[in-house]
């Protein structure tokens, strides 16, 4: 993990930074400069509308009652999007407005809700096989599959405030 960390702040700014460098070369340093500016503007400008239209879905579907799951997956992204259109680069600003495109999003939630499965599955299975591997777990989990009327136990309680005197 701490590698892929290094790689990812290492590699892609200095691949971004040859890409200014070689667009530049292309064109013209105020060219670049232009496109970093207009690209961060326009990024940050779409990303906060689109963000805005989430929040509002968002507290849309909850206040039916309806999970937001989907949405806020969306809202996820643009938020990420959002962060590669500000940060200067061409490939960033590449990422960050195919980021945008609700079509790309609807393919990235696929994909990232197969990814998330897949990793609560591989959760599921490790933690049953720990616990299967115990003497007793089959016998414990039998017992407790079903609630009985005099396993269920009624309490009340009252708060005594505690004072200075105690």
């Known amino acids: 993990m701490l590698l892929r960390l290094f790689l990812l702040f290492t590699l892609i700014p200095l691949a971004e930074l040859w ?3 070689w667009f530049s070369s292309l064109t013209s340093p105020t060219v670049t400069f232009g496109l970093v500016v207009v690209t961060g503007i326009a ?3 779409l990303a906060r509308k ?3 239209q989430a929040w509002q879905k968002i507290q849309r ?3 039916q009652g309806q999970q937001p799951t989907g949405v806020v ?3 996820l992204m643009i938020l990420i999007a959002g962060a590669f259109l500000i940060t200067p680069g061409i490939m960033t600003d590449l990422l960050g407005f195919a980021l945008l495109i609700p079509a790309i999003r609807e393919q990235l939630k ?3 809700g197969e990814w998330i499965r897949k990793r609560a599955m591989m959760q599921v299975q490790s933690h049953a096989s720990f616990h299967s591997s115990h003497a007793g777990f089959q016998e414990f ?3 407790q599959s079903t609630v ?3 396993d269920i136990i009624d309490v009340e309680f009252v708060r005594k405030e505690s004072s200075e005197t105690d």
């Open 73 to 75: 997956l969306d809202g």
């Open 141 to 143: 989990n039998e017992s």
């Open 61 to 63: 579907h909850l206040v």
């Open 43 to 45: 990024g940050a400008w």
């Open 110 to 112: 696929v994909h990232v």
């Open 148 to 150: 009985k009327e005099e």
């Open 50 to 52: 689109q963000g805005a």
């Open 19 to 21: 890409l200014l460098l």
